[in-house]
């Protein structure tokens, strides 16, 4: 069972960037470098990395992706916050 799972994200406004954003990761561009050009979290100023978090600590469509996916997944998530590309970096 995952408790814990430490991920990175970019945050835009619309499903077509977050579809796009992740077709570039998934190509092989850098996601710390593209959080750091699209993201409009404060996190991108660390590449979008959100460090660890448990249950209860990120919004329910969040918590989610990043607990029900595995370590190096990238995926596409919607919340009240907008659009988020998530990477899944590690889970214990």
């Not at 430490?6 to 992740?22: D, F, M, P, Y």
């Not at 996190?43 to 329910?60: C, E, H, I, T, Y």
């Amino acid at each position: 069972m995952v408790n814990e799972a430490h991920c990175a994200h970019i945050l835009v406004k619309t499903q077509k960037e977050a579809k796009e954003l992740k077709s570039k990761v998934e190509a092989g561009e850098d996601f710390a470098a593209l959080a750091g050009q699209f993201s409009s979290c404060p996190s991108r100023a660390q590449g979008g990395d959100l460090g660890w978090f448990g249950p209860g600590q990120m919004v329910k469509p969040f918590e989610h992706a990043a607990f029900s996916g595995q370590p190096g997944d990238i995926t596409v998530c919607r919340t009240q916050f907008r659009w988020h590309v998530i990477k899944i970096i590690e889970q214990r």
